[in-house]
């Protein structure tokens, strides 16, 4: 039992396996929201694969236009401006190879666009063991939640990605070595870097739930921010192999304002917490 019926929440009184009926419909129309949007980019693979998950080798790429501009414009270091394609080689080793290619990365990319679907159908399953505030409250998480997973991707894709395809590229020890990487390489690259970014950005939301719990407070954060500072340095160090100061710090300020959110909203928990007669970390 979930909670109490009503006439506004008919599914909050059910049995097991009328939970288990309403989470097989809930499963099924993700699923139905995924095929639709990997199907979506599987009709459209030739813009997506030339002008998304290629078009970064462009110099007509918007970041490395506005890189340019800004190094005329105040005078920058001419490293990070791009104004040439960058000779990306790829290579399939495989026989059906990128027939294979085109369903894997249409299942991922529908994947990551049908996200937000997905958390709204589990939310659908558990809303109704929840009061109006609570839905009111989960539903914004929610929101934010998908938001900074967004925001961390586009991050990536327009910033981290360009940047360390072009010095994987460029980057010899040997005039006699030649770069040159399979597409399933660079695909596997592609994929970790968005998702690995989307999940960094969760930062915020992470801190929301350990502060909401009392496991981490401000006074912690604020306590070992310098350290914080140095592990973000070291960390757009990794992602942004350029040994350019400016691209690495195009990493490091938006993680460390993300730091920063992060230390308000333990900060604001950790005020609700007081009044509610808690004692915060």
Same mark, same amino acid.
């Given at each position: ?7 506004? *929440?008919?599914? +909050?009184? !059910? ?106 159908? !589990? ?16 539903? &914004? @998480? ?17 910033? @981290?990605?360009?940047?360390?395809? *072009? ?42 739930? &350990? ?6 407070? +401000? ?8 350290? +914080?500072?140095? @592990?973000? &340095?070291?960390? +757009? ?12 710090? &195009? ?13 308000? @909203? ?16």
């Amino acid at each position: 039992m979930l909670g109490k019926s009503t006439p506004e *929440n008919p599914e +909050a009184e !059910m049995g097991f396996f009328d939970h288990v009926e309403a989470l097989r419909w809930h499963l099924l129309r993700s699923v139905i929201a995924v095929v639709v949007c990997a199907s979506f980019v599987g009709v459209f693979y030739d813009f997506v694969f030339d002008k998304i998950i290629l078009g970064i080798c462009s110099k007509d790429f918007p970041t490395y236009k506005l890189l340019c501009y800004l190094t005329q414009k105040y005078n920058l270091s001419s490293g990070i401006c791009i104004d040439k394609d960058i000779p990306l080689e790829l290579q399939n080793l495989a026989m059906f190879g990128q027939i294979t290619l085109l369903f894997q990365y249409s299942l991922i990319i529908g994947l990551v666009l049908a996200f937000p679907y997905i958390i709204f159908e !589990m939310w659908r399953f558990v809303a109704p063991a929840l009061n109006e505030t609570t839905q009111r409250k989960t539903s &914004l @998480i929610i929101l934010a939640c998908s938001l900074f997973f967004f925001v961390g991707v586009l991050f990536c894709y327009f910033v @981290i990605i360009p940047f360390s395809v *072009n010095f994987a590229v460029n980057f010899t020890i040997s005039p006699k070595i030649k770069n040159s990487f399979t597409i399933d390489n660079y695909i596997d690259f592609f994929t970790v870097m968005l998702l690995a970014m989307g999940a960094v950005f969760e930062l915020p939301m992470v801190v929301y739930f &350990l502060s909401r719990f009392g496991i981490l407070g +401000a006074k912690t954060m604020r306590r070992v921010r310098r350290y +914080a500072i140095v @592990i973000i &340095l070291i960390v +757009a160090g990794v992602i942004t192999p350029s040994p350019d100061i400016f691209t690495q710090c &195009l990493v490091a300020v938006p993680i460390y304002m993300l730091y920063e959110l992060s230390i308000f @909203i333990a900060a604001r928990n950790d005020k609700r917490r007081e009044k509610e007669g808690i004692i915060s970390v």
